[in-house]
């Protein structure tokens, strides 16, 4: 069984910033399209951010554009979230997720593994 493991969630002042993390297998790190979603309560579930391999293309939610950051560390099979300038709205139970197909595939919210979800809680 495939397991991402997040970690880096908390609670923190508007205008902040929190990091996330997200370790996964090897073999998935290396060929999957990783990705973080977001669900706020009575919200849909949302992807935030997400990069594949093929191409180099990363993609990010409008709502997030040009205050998260999507990265990688190559040695420790591990995807991050960078979140800067958090608002209020930000605040949601964070997924880190791969997927096997396409970039397009994790846009319309498709992933083959998910991780167990961190708690984000910005406060204004």
């Known amino acids: 069984q495939v397991q991402l493991v997040e970690f880096g969630g908390g609670l923190v002042q508007a205008g902040g910033s929190l990091r996330l993390s997200c370790a996964a297998p090897g073999r998935i790190f290396r060929s999957y399209v990783m990705g973080w979603f977001r669900q706020a309560p009575g919200k849909e579930r949302e992807l935030v951010a997400a990069?594949?391999?093929?191409?180099?293309?990363?993609y990010y939610a409008d709502s997030v554009e040009g205050r998260f950051t999507i990265s990688r560390d190559n040695a420790k099979n591990t995807v991050y979230l960078q979140m800067d300038s958090l608002k209020p709205e930000d605040t949601a139970v964070y997924y880190c997720a791969a997927d096997s197909g396409p970039l397009g595939s994790i846009i319309r919210g498709t992933a083959d593994y998910w991780g167990q979800g961190t708690q984000v809680t910005v406060s204004s």
């Open positions: 990069f594949s391999w093929s191409g180099g293309s990363t």
